[in-house]
């Protein structure tokens, strides 16, 4: 089985980051889900940007690479938007890593290097009218087209956080396949 580094989204380490966690927990897997914000859950995706900016994107950015310090390489990195850009950064420049699950966001990757690191699969999850994530389809589909296979999953609807149980993005069916999906990633690895 494999072992993760999932992080939490802009909103914290909510009950449907943990819920999702242990679902993966249950299929076999180990999963480290660090608590950047240290307990603060928030409301909205707009409170959970303020207290970013407050606390300081690149403070935030130290301490979520600092957790992945203290493990060892071989781990199949992943995060939730926010969460993101630290999963996708460790896949492309960790030694080691063994896949990256990128949901609700994607990086160009151009950002860490010039190419995707040959041999870490990668798969990426979002919603077609997403305002967010829509900003970020465009390296999504150049990140799909460019690794040999690389998934781009894009659900109808437009919930940033639709995987998140606690939330009122969530979306049951489409957070049902996307578990699916990276179950079936996750036993490939």
């Given at each position: ?6 992080y ?22 180990v ?31 130290e ?11 071989g ?35 151009t ?18 009218g997403?305002?967010?994530f829509d900003?970020?389809l ?7 087209d ?27 069916e ?7 999906r ?8």
């Amino acid at each position: 089985m494999a072992e993760v580094l999932l992080y939490h989204h802009i909103q914290g380490l909510t009950d449907g980051v943990r819920a999702f966690a242990e679902d993966l927990r249950g299929a076999g897997h180990v999963v480290h889900t660090p608590d950047l914000f240290d307990g603060r859950t928030f409301g909205s995706i707009e409170e959970g940007f303020a207290f970013a900016r407050e606390t300081g994107f690149d403070a935030l950015g130290e301490r979520a690479a600092a957790v992945a310090d203290g493990l060892a390489p071989g781990l199949v990195y992943a995060g939730f938007s926010f969460g993101v850009m630290t999963a996708q950064r460790l896949a492309q420049t960790r030694p080691g890593a063994r896949g990256a699950l990128l949901m609700y966001s994607c990086i160009p990757f151009t950002e860490f290097g010039e190419a995707w690191p040959e041999g870490v699969p990668v798969q990426i999850h979002g919603k077609e009218g997403d305002e967010f994530f829509d900003e970020d389809l465009p390296a999504a589909r150049e990140l799909a087209d460019t690794v040999p296979g690389a998934e781009l999953f894009v659900y109808p609807g437009d919930q940033h956080l639709f995987a998140d149980s606690s939330l009122g993005a969530h979306d049951p069916e489409a957070a049902a396949l996307l578990m699916e999906r990276v179950k079936a990633f996750l036993a490939s690895v």
